[in-house]
């Protein structure tokens, strides 16, 4: 086990952490997020890993950092810094659709159709092949989704325009 560790947990450590980089920075960028963000999530998840390997097999050489004032300076402002984006960032964070679902299916129809970019009544013909019954399009997907047994969100998902050009 201990030749796997020193052989492997310093180049994983590096590789991983040279993907996880990258990813970062791209993130940063807002370039392409929908192939880094996995890919940094994971990947980082994986890093953990070969790091807590290294620190073990390295632990007594690891302490002696700690008696250093540049190690103790260095911990205490990242500590800082993650305490002052939980505190100003924290509540801004998050799957935007969370926000904007509620928003939408409780909308009428009538109000929901233009930002679909479909009539109200070809909407209501759509919720029928989902064998849901619309009775007026003043009703929101709220509602119609409670009274054929389903969920808004699902409904919503199903009315969102279907775009083949997948190139950003």
Same mark, same amino acid.
């Given at each position: 086990m201990k030749l796997i560790i020193k052989k492997y947990a310093t180049p994983l450590i590096t590789g991983l952490f040279l993907v996880s980089a990258i990813s970062g920075t791209a993130l940063f960028f807002h370039w392409m997020p929908g192939m880094f963000h996995s890919m940094h999530v994971w990947l980082s998840m994986v890093l953990l890993l070969p790091f807590v390997l290294h620190i073990w097999r390295n632990w007594a050489q690891f302490l002696l950092y700690f008696r250093t004032p540049s190690m103790l300076l260095a911990c205490g402002l990242s500590l800082l810094a993650a305490?002052?984006?939980?505190?100003?960032?924290?509540?801004?964070?998050?799957?935007?659709?969370?926000?904007?679902?509620?928003?939408? !299916?409780?909308?009428? =129809?009538?109000?929901? /159709?233009?930002?679909?970019?479909?009539?109200?009544?070809? #909407?209501?013909? &759509? *919720?029928?092949?989902?064998?849901?019954?619309?009775?007026? !399009?003043?009703?929101? =997907?709220?509602?119609? /989704?409670?009274?054929?047994?389903?969920?808004?969100?699902? #409904?919503?998902? &199903? *009315?969102?325009?279907?775009h083949n050009d997948h190139r950003h």
């Open positions: 305490i002052g984006f939980v505190l100003t960032t924290g509540h801004a964070g998050g799957n935007p659709a969370r926000q904007l679902f509620p928003l939408l !299916t409780h909308a009428p =129809l009538n109000a929901l /159709a233009p930002v679909l970019h479909a009539a109200p009544d070809a #909407l209501a013909e &759509r *919720l029928g092949h989902e064998n849901c019954t619309v009775n007026s !399009t003043d009703e929101t =997907l709220e509602q119609i /989704a409670t009274d054929c047994g389903k969920k808004s969100n699902d #409904l919503l998902l &199903r *009315l969102l325009p279907h």
